[in-house]
């Protein structure tokens, strides 16, 4: 099918969900690329803060999916949770936003910005699970082009919307607003209007979706429920009911029925025997048909599975297929080796049930280790954002921010996923056989090697950093066109230290311009070993006058644009000297410490002229000038007096270059790629039908555990400044978790197909009648090769019974 003629196929509510789909990944993506400069520079908060509150937001954000999935399944249908979702989100962007403006006070904007985080985070996470399996909900099943086509398009929605957000986000950020050099209302607010447009796009094809009803069975109680039973009855040391052809059913659950699970507690009863020569009837109609069925959950797996194909996945197991006797019973094996304690739910639940408890506690148990993947994964948004912070990112007239260096990440993955699919996986295919696990081993090692490359890159960037004093030092350097300064220490007066023009020196404790002038002791640090704010100095010596400027050494080092410091002579100082920024709206009156900082833009300047003098405006001659070099992170100090001006240098710009950082990127997203599609397709095709919705809601778990983890690390973090080390003892982690990994994957058994459609042979034996009837009504159950097929209008639902046949033919 041509491009075009996939496009005419849609029906014209899909574009309706299209159009949403993209406006609201610019609104996550391009909110999400702010928040951790948002909170570290508009509230002033410490680094391992900023990285907590962003990596809260974004496990709470992939936790709700799961919450999301049962409601729309199980309650109100995914038309109206992903309708009430979207109101929430754009409400959570209201609150966003108006915690950014600069009018409220600290507390009010905090409470403003919490709300909205939260408010985002569960929205998103609600409708997450709902829109791609909405969308393919209005194309017919017979389209099966159109549907794979739809997949591919929504895929590019999200991939376009995330990369467009990323990238103008933060040059809205950086446009002047509201008295403030940035205009964060207007990069947040930006977002939520792209969301309302989303939640409106969504409600216009109202009148044209189609809308499925929900199933009302919660399987996510089912699960509970299995596990519960069978984990108390193994502490009880109860064994599984065996029941015999002639034992009465009722009876039988009526013995094994405590007054701890009641059926209400444990869910419907589905009566299954779990022995070998067990016989059960149910005692209602509560359809153990439809939930073993794979049609149970068959418009989610298909969709799933045209979304992994449209992404270069092929499910092993996209619909249960009939095999051979050998190779079912081997499954069956399996599974029957697996937590043997879960036979004990039986014969509450049926053994389809416990089969599928036991493959998602499998599953679970061969995964957990990949939530230290995203554990690492996710830094890129905070710990990498904050390198990026300390390099140059210039390109001429063009200027990258640190915040858009995520968005490399959605191109290289839009990149890679064909790359791997029709270069990398086949070459290495000649060399090894590529599993599921083992294409997930290797994802976990890439993590480890792009945070070995971050680790070797940070170094680099420390080694060219200008040198931090230490603890209880600071330092001193001299400027002006006055004679050399001389200090004395203040307790051994014996120790002299000249202070020469434009050579900065560290000193420690106090000194005095004179041993006998105690009137003029200068306080430069405390004792040595008591840590204080990192400070710095700038003296000049006016006519015997002693003119001296303090900064903030950390506060400095935190900067990716150029920072002009004023200081001005104490005749300057008392006149009423003005400047302005040529070109540009900073203006004000010239006093000691004022500071200038001159932000990048996206088409930046090459240089700043500083214009000085009494009353200096725009549009008149001043006498006074000084012109800067537009670069990233250097500080200068522009000693201004009658003579005129003179500009120093006291921190040196950043040496290296912030596309160096595209390498650990590259990585990283190649580990992505072989980690996270491969890991949707493990769990799809190792689950059961009935589970593989379920499933790929509880795979975003390990995103979410992931986040919880670097919360929890940020807190306790005990390599707080040292980035280098940090990034080494992260790659390995993985390292160590990859070993781990590796034993559980050696002890995974694959299963191949699972027993669905022999059980539902054996049930349609049970129901009785002779073989015509029991082949036609597996057809109308199954229809052919196991797909959905129309339920018969004129009988109500069969009353389903699983049993394992022990009667000879003989018999």
């Keep these: 099918m041509g491009i075009l003629e996939s496009l005419m196929a849609f029906p014209y509510q899909v574009w309706f969900i299209l159009g949403n789909e993209f406006c609201e990944r610019f609104s996550f993506y391009g909110m999400r690329s702010l928040l951790y400069i948002y909170f570290k520079r508009e509230h002033g908060m410490p680094s391992h803060i900023s990285r907590a509150i962003q990596h809260a937001f974004n496990g709470v954000a992939y936790l709700t999916p799961l919450l999301g999935a049962v409601m729309a399944d199980s309650c109100f249908g995914k038309y109206y949770v992903i309708l009430v979702g979207s109101i929430f989100y754009v409400l959570g962007h209201v609150s966003l936003s108006a915690g950014a403006l600069p009018f409220f006070g600290l507390v009010v904007r905090q409470v403003f910005d919490y709300v909205g985080l939260l408010t985002i985070a569960v929205s998103t996470g609600g409708i997450k699970p709902c829109v791609a399996a909405f969308g393919a909900d209005q194309i017919p099943p017979e389209k099966a082009e159109a549907r794979s086509a739809f997949f591919s398009y929504f895929y590019m929605a999200i991939n376009a919307g995330s990369v467009l957000s990323m990238f103008l986000t933060p040059q809205l950020r950086d446009i002047s607003c509201a008295g403030s050099t940035t205009c964060y209302p207007l990069a947040f607010g930006v977002p939520g209007i792209l969301m309302l447009v989303a939640l409106i796009l969504f409600v216009c094809g109202t009148c044209w979706y189609v809308r499925k009803p929900p199933a009302r069975e919660n399987l996510a109680f089912t699960i509970i429920g299995c596990i519960t039973l069978g984990l108390s009855r193994k502490i009880c040391g109860k064994k599984p009911l065996v029941l015999e052809e002639d034992?009465?059913?009722?009876?039988?659950?009526?013995?094994?029925?405590?007054?701890?699970?009641?059926?209400?507690?444990?869910?419907?009863?589905?009566m299954v025997g779990a022995g070998p020569k067990a016989k059960l009837e149910s005692k209602t109609k509560s359809n153990l048909q439809s939930l073993a069925d794979p049609r149970r959950f068959s418009g989610k797996a298909e969709r799933a599975e045209s979304a992994q194909r449209s992404i270069g996945i092929t499910g092993n197991n996209d619909e249960p297929k009939k095999t051979d006797k050998k190779r079912m019973e081997q499954t069956k094996e399996v599974l029957r080796k697996r937590c043997q304690w879960l036979?004990?739910?039986?014969?509450?639940?049926?053994?389809?049930?416990?089969?599928?408890?036991?493959?998602?506690?499998?599953?679970?148990w061969v995964i957990w280790p990949l939530c230290f993947f995203w554990f690492l994964y996710d830094q890129q948004s905070t710990t990498w954002v904050d390198q990026a912070t300390h390099m140059n990112g210039k390109i001429g007239h063009f200027y990258v921010n640190p915040e858009t260096m995520q968005m490399f990440n959605a191109v290289f993955i839009i990149i890679y996923v064909p790359v791997c699919k029709y270069f990398v996986y086949p070459l290495c295919e000649k060399v090894i056989r590529l599993t599921f696990l083992r294409k997930l081993g290797i994802g976990l090692v890439m993590a480890a090697f792009g945070f070995f490359i971050s680790g070797y890159l940070q170094l680099a960037i420390d080694y060219n950093a200008t040198i931090r004093p230490d603890d209880g030092h600071v330092f001193v350097q001299r400027i002006g066109s006055g004679p050399n300064l001389t200090l004395y220490n203040y307790k051994n007066t014996t120790e002299e230290v000249f202070i020469t023009k434009r050579r900065r020196q560290t000193l420690p404790g106090r000194y005095v311009l004179d041993p006998d002038a105690q009137?003029?002791?200068i306080e430069l640090a405390l004792e040595r070993d008591e840590p204080k704010t990192l400070q710095a100095y700038v003296f000049a010596l006016e006519a015997g006058r002693l003119n001296s400027l303090q900064y903030n050494f950390a506060q400095t080092q935190e900067l990716h644009e150029t920072r002009v410091i004023l200081f001005p002579s104490f005749d300057i100082a008392a006149s009423n000297w003005t400047y302005y920024v040529k070109g540009h709206l900073l203006k004000g009156t010239i006093k000691n410490g004022t500071i200038i900082d001159l932000k990048h833009t996206f088409w930046d300047t090459l240089e700043y002229t500083i214009i000085m003098g009494p009353n200096c405006t725009e549009g008149f001659k001043c006498k006074y000038r000084a012109t800067v070099e537009n670069l990233a992170g250097p500080v200068h100090v522009l000693y201004v007096e009658k003579s005129g001006v003179e500009?120093?240098?006291?921190?040196?710009?950043?040496?290296?270059?912030?596309?160096?950082?595209?390498p650990q990127i590259l990585t990283i997203t190649f580990g992505e790629v072989w980690l996270s599609v491969t890991g949707l397709e493990f769990v799809y095709d190792q689950s059961p039908p009935f589970m593989k919705s379920m499933m790929q809601a509880i795979w975003t778990l390990t995103i979410s555990i992931g986040n919880i983890l670097e919360v929890i690390w940020s807190m306790i973090n005990p390599l707080a400044g040292k980035a280098a080390i940090e990034a080494f003892v992260y790659g390995g982690i993985i390292i160590v978790v990859t070993g781990i990994y590796v034993v559980l994957a050696c002890r995974y058994q694959y299963i191949e197909g699972f027993p669905t459609v022999e059980v539902a042979e054996e049930e349609d034996e049970a129901i009785g009648g002779d073989e015509s009837s029991k082949t036609e009504e597996a057809k109308k159950l199954l229809g052919?090769?196991?797909?959905?097929?129309?339920?018969?209008?004129?009988?109500?639902?069969?009353?389903?019974?699983?049993?394992?046949?022990?009667?000879?033919k003989s018999q």
């Design 247 to 270: 034992d009465d059913p009722d009876e039988a659950l009526r013995v094994s029925s405590t007054s701890s699970y009641s059926d209400r507690e444990i869910g419907p009863r589905m």
């Design 343 to 364: 036979d004990g739910a039986a014969p509450n639940y049926s053994e389809m049930q416990i089969w599928g408890v036991k493959c998602l506690l499998s599953i679970l």
């Design 519 to 521: 009137n003029s002791t």
């Design 647 to 662: 500009i120093v240098q006291v921190m040196a710009p950043f040496a290296l270059h912030v596309m160096w950082q595209l």
């Design 784 to 808: 052919p090769k196991g797909k959905k097929a129309n339920k018969p209008e004129t009988s109500q639902e069969s009353t389903i019974v699983e049993e394992k046949k022990t009667k000879k």
